[in-house]
C-alpha cells in the first residue's frame, strides 16, 4: 500500500502502511542548540531496531521524543496511527491536553540506564503498581499478572525481594517487568546495561532477545554491537543529530558505508575487545 493509500484507508498516516512508529524530519533543540536535525524513522510491527551513535548524537533525545517526554520543534511522530502530543487541526498542530498524552505514553514501555524502582516496595509491587493505579486493573489481577512477568524475566523466586535485596542486572530485568506489566505496543530501551557490572549485561541481553524473538516491537539504544548484529532486524546508526545511515547488521556493522559509521565501530569494538564479522578488515574496506 502507498503511503498515501494507507492514510486514506485510516485516516491515520503509517508510512507504508505497516510502521508501527513512523517519524518524519523531527527536530528539537535545546536553548538554540540544535540536537535533532531531521530524523526520519520506521520501524515496522515486530522489528527490533538499535540505534547506535556517539555520545551526544540525540539517541536519548530522540527516544524521549516518539515518549513524548520531551516536545519537537517540528516534524511529527507516529506511534501506531496516533499523532504523539499533537492533534492536526486543518494542517495546524495543537498541543494535547496532558491526560491525551500520558493515555499515548501508556501504550510505550520505556527502560532506562537507571532503574529507578520504588525502594519501598517488592518486586511484584513495583511491578504491580503501574496496572493498578493507573489502569485500574484489580489487584489480584495485577499480582497474578506481575508474578507471571517476573517469572518471564527469571524472577519468579525474588517476588518478594525489595530492589536493595538485588543486582543491579536482577533491577533492570524487574523494571523491564514493570514496563510490560502495561502491555505496550513499543519498547523503547535507553543503553539498559551500560550501567551494569560486566557480568550482569548478558541477563539482562538476554530477557530482551527473547522479547525480541516474542514479536516485541522495539527501539534499543545499545553499545552491546554483539547483540545488535545477533538481534537488531536493522541498526540505524545516528551522529550530529542525524540519520547517518541504516540497514541489516550484516551490512551497518560488517560493511559501514560512512566514514563516521567506521569510525565509531572502530572504537566501540577496540572498548569491547570485540571483532566485527566477518572479518576485522571488512570494517575498513
Ligand atoms: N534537557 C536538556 N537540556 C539541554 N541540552 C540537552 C538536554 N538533553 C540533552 N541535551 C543535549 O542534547 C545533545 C544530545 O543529547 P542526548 O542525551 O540525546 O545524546 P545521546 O546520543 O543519548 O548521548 P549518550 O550516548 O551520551 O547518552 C547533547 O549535546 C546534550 O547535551
Ligand atoms: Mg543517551
Redesign the pocket.
Given at each position: 500500500m502507498s503511503p498515501e493509500l494507507a492514510q486514506e484507508a485510516t485516516g491515520r498516516p503509517t508510512g507504508d502502511g505497516t510502521s508501527l512508529v513512523h517519524a518524519v524530519n523531527v527536530t528539537k533543540s535545546?536553548?538554540g542548540?540544535q540536537?535533532l536535525k531531521g530524523i526520519d524513522l520506521d520501524v515496522h510491527e515486530g522489528e527490533v531496531v538499535c540505534l547506535l551513535?556517539?555520545?551526544?548524537?540525540?539517541?536519548?533525545?530522540?527516544l524521549?521524543c516518539i515518549n513524548q517526554l520531551e516536545t519537537i520543534n517540528g516534524g511529527r511522530i507516529w506511534v501506531d496511527g496516533d499523532l504523539m502530543g499533537y492533534e492536526d487541526r486543518g494542517g495546524t498542530l495543537h498541543r494535547l491536553a496532558d491526560k491525551k498524552i500520558a493515555a499515548q505514553r501508556r501504550e510505550i514501555g520505556m527502560v532506562f540506564q537507571r532503574f529507578n524502582l520504588f525502594p519501598h516496595m517488592t518486586a511484584l509491587e513495583n511491578v504491580a503498581e503501574a496496572p493498578v493505579h493507573v489502569k485500574g486493573v484489580d489487584k489480584k489481577t495485577a499480582r497474578a499478572e506481575a508474578r507471571e512477568l517476573l517469572e518471564r524475566v527469571g524472577l519468579g523466586e525474588r517476588c518478594d525481594h525489595y530492589p536493595a535485596q538485588l543486582s543491579g542486572g536482577q533491577q533492570q530485568r524487574v523494571a523491564i517487568a514493570r514496563a510490560l506489566a502495561m502491555k505496550p505496543k513499543l519498547m523503547l530501551f535507553?543503553?539498559p546495561t551500560s550501567a551494569l557490572d560486566p557480568e550482569l549485561v548478558g541477563e539482562v541481553l538476554e530477557v530482551m532477545r527473547e522479547l525480541a524473538e516474542g514479536g516485541m516491537t522495539m527501539i534499543v539504544?545499545t553499545h552491546e554491537i554483539a547483540f545488535a548484529r545477533d538481534v537488531a532486524d536493522r541498526v540505524v546508526f545516528?551522529d550530529g543529530?542525524v540519520v547517518v545511515e541504516q540497514g541489516p547488521p550484516r551490512e551497518v556493522i560488517a560493511k559501514p558505508q560512512h566514514e563516521r559509521t567506521r569510525a565509531f565501530l572502530r572504537r566501540i569494538l577496540a572498548e569491547q575487545h570485540e571483532s566485527p564479522e566477518p572479518s576485522p578488515d571488512a570494517i575498513n574496506e
Amino acid at each position: 500500500m502507498s503511503p498515501e493509500l494507507a492514510q486514506e484507508a485510516t485516516g491515520r498516516p503509517t508510512g507504508d502502511g505497516t510502521s508501527l512508529v513512523h517519524a518524519v524530519n523531527v527536530t528539537k533543540s535545546f536553548y538554540g542548540n540544535q540536537v535533532l536535525k531531521g530524523i526520519d524513522l520506521d520501524v515496522h510491527e515486530g522489528e527490533v531496531v538499535c540505534l547506535l551513535g556517539p555520545s551526544g548524537s540525540g539517541k536519548t533525545t530522540f527516544l524521549r521524543c516518539i515518549n513524548q517526554l520531551e516536545t519537537i520543534n517540528g516534524g511529527r511522530i507516529w506511534v501506531d496511527g496516533d499523532l504523539m502530543g499533537y492533534e492536526d487541526r486543518g494542517g495546524t498542530l495543537h498541543r494535547l491536553a496532558d491526560k491525551k498524552i500520558a493515555a499515548q505514553r501508556r501504550e510505550i514501555g520505556m527502560v532506562f540506564q537507571r532503574f529507578n524502582l520504588f525502594p519501598h516496595m517488592t518486586a511484584l509491587e513495583n511491578v504491580a503498581e503501574a496496572p493498578v493505579h493507573v489502569k485500574g486493573v484489580d489487584k489480584k489481577t495485577a499480582r497474578a499478572e506481575a508474578r507471571e512477568l517476573l517469572e518471564r524475566v527469571g524472577l519468579g523466586e525474588r517476588c518478594d525481594h525489595y530492589p536493595a535485596q538485588l543486582s543491579g542486572g536482577q533491577q533492570q530485568r524487574v523494571a523491564i517487568a514493570r514496563a510490560l506489566a502495561m502491555k505496550p505496543k513499543l519498547m523503547l530501551f535507553d543503553e539498559p546495561t551500560s550501567a551494569l557490572d560486566p557480568e550482569l549485561v548478558g541477563e539482562v541481553l538476554e530477557v530482551m532477545r527473547e522479547l525480541a524473538e516474542g514479536g516485541m516491537t522495539m527501539i534499543v539504544v545499545t553499545h552491546e554491537i554483539a547483540f545488535a548484529r545477533d538481534v537488531a532486524d536493522r541498526v540505524v546508526f545516528m551522529d550530529g543529530g542525524v540519520v547517518v545511515e541504516q540497514g541489516p547488521p550484516r551490512e551497518v556493522i560488517a560493511k559501514p558505508q560512512h566514514e563516521r559509521t567506521r569510525a565509531f565501530l572502530r572504537r566501540i569494538l577496540a572498548e569491547q575487545h570485540e571483532s566485527p564479522e566477518p572479518s576485522p578488515d571488512a570494517i575498513n574496506e
